[in-house]
């Protein structure tokens, strides 16, 4: 995966990737916020269609022109299509370094395997939370089922201190998901707390919050968050109003929200939306094909230990 080009791009495509290409953005944290205050919509992005992989059709809202980062996430993409030749070509072997990549599957199935013999598939329903650390080489093939493929990608920033761990996969079944029915919702949480449960995604560094929330028609819901940490909402189906003002966001559009300690969203004909948060770094980010670090100097580095074969350590 590169932040610029895929998600899930090829090596041979990221040993194209020229070092102009890298850079370095500092990023200031955000401001600590007050806790109760409602969180507002400061920005829309519409999902980009693009083309990546071994030919693999999505759409990128984040990690764009438009949005390049949103400290600490650093890419958002979704693949949703009925049609095998859309995605089958799938994402073949390529390496990773100094983030993590979270997979969440809505329909259809996808099987990874990787450098330490790891070996899972995601079902429809299911998660992974992969830390990529000093690195990975792997590779997410979509298997093919009927109903075609659905599902979300996004990559975290790891900070400096923890870009060098060893790598790991947590594999989320569906079944540990946690779920419940609250106010007008039906709500999935992936990863963080809400009303005194804890999704199964544990140990991340950024202290992430992953809810999925589908709502009733004239359903509404409140949603509390750490009031210091970045957050956005991507609405997977129909439109939901969000915030004091209720902004309105449809299918495919990101919107990130103001520093607050609650998120409030309604839709009056029905809507689904992800709500992910996560403490941000502020620190600067070095992108470079599919190694992200702190400076060029660290993504030469990470490209010299994959051509060599130092990159994965038994």
């Not at 075609?148 to 060098?164: C, E, S, T, V």
């Not at 947590?170 to 949480?189: C, Y």
Request: hydrophobic share 40%; proline share 8%; aromatic share 6%.
């Amino acid at each position: 995966m590169t932040p610029r080009r895929s998600f899930l791009t090829t090596a041979a495509a990221a040993l194209a990737a020229p070092l102009a290409d890298l850079g370095c953005i500092a990023e200031r944290p955000v401001a600590p916020a007050t806790p109760l205050r409602t969180r507002a919509v400061t920005r829309v992005v519409d999902a980009q269609p693009t083309l990546e992989g071994a030919g693999v059709h999505l759409r990128r809202s984040l990690g764009t022109r438009a949005l390049p980062l949103l400290d600490p996430f650093l890419m958002l993409d979704e693949v949703h299509s009925e049609r095998p030749e859309d995605y089958m070509a799938g994402f073949p072997t390529h390496p990773h370094r100094g983030f993590e990549t979270v997979t969440y599957v809505l329909e259809g199935a996808a099987e990874h395997r990787d450098s330490m013999g790891n070996h899972g598939r995601l079902s429809a329903g299911s998660a992974q939370w992969m830390t990529a650390g000093r690195g990975v080489v792997h590779s997410e093939m979509p298997a093919l089922v009927a109903g075609g493929m659905w599902l979300f990608q996004f990559w975290i920033n790891l900070p400096r201190a923890d870009k060098m761990t060893a790598p790991r996969y947590q594999d989320i079944a569906p079944e540990r998901i946690v779920e419940a029915r609250r106010e007008g919702a039906r709500v999935r949480l992936v990863a963080g707390t809400l009303d005194g449960r804890t999704g199964p995604v544990r140990g991340i560094v950024t202290a992430p919050q992953m809810v999925d929330m589908k709502l009733d028609p004239r359903g509404r819901a409140t949603v509390d968050v750490a009031p210091d940490h970045t957050a956005f909402v991507y609405v997977i189906e129909g439109r939901v109003k969000f915030g004091p003002d209720d902004a309105p966001l449809r299918a495919g559009q990101l919107g990130v929200l103001s520093p607050g300690g609650r998120v409030a969203a309604k839709s009056d004909g029905g809507g689904r939306f992800l709500l992910v948060s996560a403490r941000p770094l502020g620190e600067p980010v070095a992108r470079g094909g599919p190694f992200v670090m702190n400076t060029d100097a660290e993504i030469r580095q990470a490209w010299d230990d994959y051509r060599s074969g130092r990159l994965v350590r038994p």
